[in-house]
């Protein structure tokens, strides 16, 4: 009985890259989602961007983004944009932020970072079953 050969010269090569990462601790959630999808659980998370604004409330606003597991700045020709993303734990702190920035121009509600269909109308209010010693 002969051994089994490999089909062509390319199949008898050593790998040189492997073919999965063993610590994808570098990698960002995105990337790690297209790269190894389902290797890396994540919460479920509702987020607001806004333009940040001057006054009490806003600071306050700025300071209840920060408060997110998942806060980023950026520049826009509207000015500094505040992204927070929350998951169920963080809910009461969501709605307070919501309340703030909710009907001012601009602020966006993201269901896992998308833009997503109904997201204020739908997505907001089950998120707000999360709150919890409601009176």
Do not use: C
């Not at 790690?32 to 806004?50: M, S, W």
């Not at 809910?91 to 109904?118: C, I, N, S, W």
């Amino acid at each position: 009985m002969s051994p089994v050969r490999a089909e062509s010269y390319a199949d008898r090569l050593p790998p040189l890259v492997p073919k999965e990462e063993r610590n994808i601790d570098h990698l960002s959630d995105e990337m790690a989602d297209v790269l190894y999808p389902g290797r890396r659980p994540r919460p479920f998370r509702i987020g607001l961007t806004f333009v940040g604004f001057d006054g009490p409330a806003g600071a306050r606003a700025v300071e209840l983004a920060r408060r997110s597991s998942v806060y980023r700045e950026t520049s826009s020709s509207d000015g500094l944009r505040h992204y927070a993303g929350f998951d169920s734990a963080r809910a009461r702190v969501l709605r307070d932020l919501f309340d703030l920035v909710g009907q001012r121009h601009g602020t966006e509600v993201r269901v896992d970072g998308k833009r997503v269909p109904y997201a204020h109308e739908l997505w907001l209010p089950l998120m707000w079953i999360f709150v919890s010693g409601e009176a």
